[in-house]
């Protein structure tokens, strides 16, 4: 697959052309979604309102090899925005087991007991430091990727993780030392 020509096609109105480079990484929007929303219905609304963004911003994109990270970029904003209009905090503790599997790993084995060491971790740093920590280790992006997205800079956002994992490191060595 061209994504540099199937962008250049979707600029053009297009909408099968965007439809193909959406479909080609629904998985990775799906994950990246359901990471910030919390169950299926509310990442595929989010989704939804990332397409039609697409379709109606395609043409403020200014290079077109950076389509992925740009579309990445919008699907976050719209989680945000979402989020935002529900005054809905999502916890990691209200995710079922099965959602949780499915945004963690695609190994569907997954001990349940792991899940319960994840969902504990994770309530131990603050929201910023959560959400870099699982961009970075949950959806294997690079320091500039999520700058971008969060609207933030390479510094901060090594410093989010950073903190965070000093912060989880901190917690539990305490707990092993008691």
């Not at 600029?11 to 359901?34: H, I, T, W």
């Not at 970075?136 to 950073?162: C, E, P």
Request: aromatic fraction near 8%; proline fraction near 1%; charged fraction near 30%.
């Amino acid at each position: 697959m061209n994504v540099v020509r199937l962008v250049k096609k979707a600029k053009k109105g297009n909408k099968e052309a965007l439809l193909q480079l959406v479909m080609a990484e629904k998985d990775v929007y799906y994950r990246l979604a359901f990471t910030y929303m919390g169950n299926t219905h509310d990442a595929m609304d989010a989704m939804e309102e990332m397409i039609v963004l697409l379709f109606e911003k395609i043409e403020q994109l200014k290079k077109e090899e950076a389509f992925y990270s740009w579309s990445k970029t919008i699907l976050v904003n719209s989680c945000k925005t979402l989020l935002r209009k529900r005054k809905k905090l999502v916890l990691v503790d209200e995710w079922s087991d099965r959602e949780l599997d499915q945004a963690l790993t695609n190994d569907p084995y997954i001990a349940s007991e792991q899940q319960m060491d994840i969902e504990q971790m994770l309530l131990h740093v603050n929201e910023h430091q959560k959400e870099a920590i699982q961009l970075k280790y949950f959806h294997d992006l690079d320091y500039q990727t999520i700058a971008d997205m969060t609207n933030v800079s390479i510094g901060t956002v090594k410093s989010r993780i950073f903190q965070g994992l000093k912060k989880l490191r901190d917690h539990f060595r305490g707990d092993v030392d008691e």
